[in-house]
């Protein structure tokens, strides 16, 4: 199993000042995310269900298991990245990222905006990204990047270019947080310096948000909130390199389903009875987990919704032994392939 899976099972989480080990479902929780994101890359469509006894079980946790599997699969640049040569036929307008490819202290920082061009100048091969528009419509700040110290990608969802049209460009610091060495199993490097889209989270936000601020540390490692491994952003929040996208569940499941599915992520957390309800359907990615609350209002319904999507099943699915010996007290699961193509 991933290095980065094993870590889990020893972490620590950072509760009223002092460090404590997280429950052992904590840890069978991201399991079972990364388990998903790997049906997800055997090309299943599946929908896997988790039954929990209470509020409790943090689903922020299982979308920490699909990033760790995807910082796996992350080791060669994205197929949305070019070089200069590429660029140079890229449409002016596109919201593009400018990714550093040179050492720690040489531009360590990376470009969110709209792309301009890519051309010869006196100044050498370049990029030129625009950043707001000036007075009167006219083009505001540029900025040119040689060619040889980047590359672009060019970013379709959530940014768009018109989510710059009156902003800045961005400008974010490129990192590795302290301590993701010891919490995520690939080759970091290339993983934060990627823009894609891993898992959707679908829940109450606010909800979401706070506990994706949960701290967590490997021993011998320093301790991190999740959001840095998670990468989480609101839909709607332009200039932020992302790993996963948070959707509020009163949404309209309609307005998100095709722009989403369409960013091919490889799971989607339907976190909760009321949002399995609303948006079981929508299928956002070619799997599903969903986590229903036994102790919710609606959780009879959201059971309902799942034995329905059941019995259209193709098979059930067989549960990894490791993880079906270590089901933690009163949760159950199930988990089967459904009909349909994969994305």
């Known amino acids: 199993m991933a290095r980065g899976v094993i870590s889990l099972r020893s972490a620590y989480t950072l509760a009223d000042g002092s460090l404590q080990r997280l429950p052992e479902w904590a840890g069978w929780f991201s399991e079972i995310g990364y388990w998903a994101a790997g049906l997800r890359e055997g090309g299943s469509n599946a929908v896997v269900a988790l039954s929990v006894p209470t509020r409790d079980y943090v689903?922020?946790?299982?979308?920490?298991?699909?990033?760790?599997?995807?910082?796996?699969?992350?080791?060669?640049?994205?197929?949305?990245?070019?070089?200069f040569e590429q660029a140079k036929d890229l449409p002016v307008g596109t919201c593009v990222r400018?990714?550093?490819?040179?050492?720690?202290?040489?531009?360590?920082?990376?470009?969110?905006?709209?792309?301009?061009?890519?051309?010869?100048?006196?100044?050498?091969?370049v990029y030129e990204l625009r950043g707001r528009k000036g007075p009167g419509g006219r083009s505001g700040p540029v900025s040119w990047f040689p060619a040889d110290d980047y590359r672009l990608q060019a970013l379709l969802?959530?940014?768009?270019?018109?989510?710059?049209?009156?902003?800045?460009?961005?400008?974010?610091?490129?990192?590795?947080p302290v301590g993701a060495e010891r919490l995520l199993a690939g080759q970091l490097a290339d993983f934060y310096a990627h823009c894609s889209l891993h898992s959707v989270l679908v829940g109450v936000m606010s909800t979401v948000l706070a506990e994706a601020q949960i701290v967590v540390g490997a021993p011998a490692g320093s301790e991190l909130p999740l959001q840095e491994l998670l990468r989480l952003r609101a839909v709607h929040s332009p200039g932020s390199h992302y790993r996963s996208v948070v959707l509020s569940s009163r949404g309209d499941p309609e307005e998100y389903r095709d722009v989403v599915r369409s960013c091919r992520p490889a799971v989607a957390?339907?976190?909760?009875?009321?949002?399995?309800?609303?948006?079981?359907?929508?299928?956002?990615?070619?799997?599903?987990?969903?986590?229903?609350?036994?102790?919710?209002?609606?959780?009879?319904?959201?059971?309902?919704?799942?034995?329905?999507?059941?019995?259209?099943?193709?098979a059930d699915l067989d549960v990894p032994r490791d993880l079906g010996s270590r089901i933690p007290p009163g949760v159950e699961l199930l988990a089967w392939k459904f009909r349909g193509a994969a994305q």
């Open 59 to 83: 689903a922020v946790l299982l979308a920490y298991g699909v990033v760790d599997r995807a910082s796996l699969a992350e080791a060669a640049p994205a197929a949305s990245e070019q070089g």
């Open 98 to 125: 400018v990714i550093p490819v040179r050492g720690p202290g040489q531009g360590r920082r990376v470009y969110t905006g709209v792309f301009g061009g890519a051309f010869k100048n006196h100044h050498g091969r």
């Open 157 to 176: 969802w959530p940014d768009l270019p018109e989510d710059y049209a009156d902003r800045n460009r961005f400008s974010e610091a490129f990192e590795i």
């Open 269 to 314: 957390v339907l976190d909760g009875a009321a949002t399995v309800r609303r948006w079981l359907g929508a299928g956002l990615a070619g799997v599903t987990v969903a986590v229903v609350e036994r102790t919710s209002p609606t959780a009879l319904a959201a059971a309902d919704e799942l034995y329905e999507n059941r019995g259209r099943s193709v």
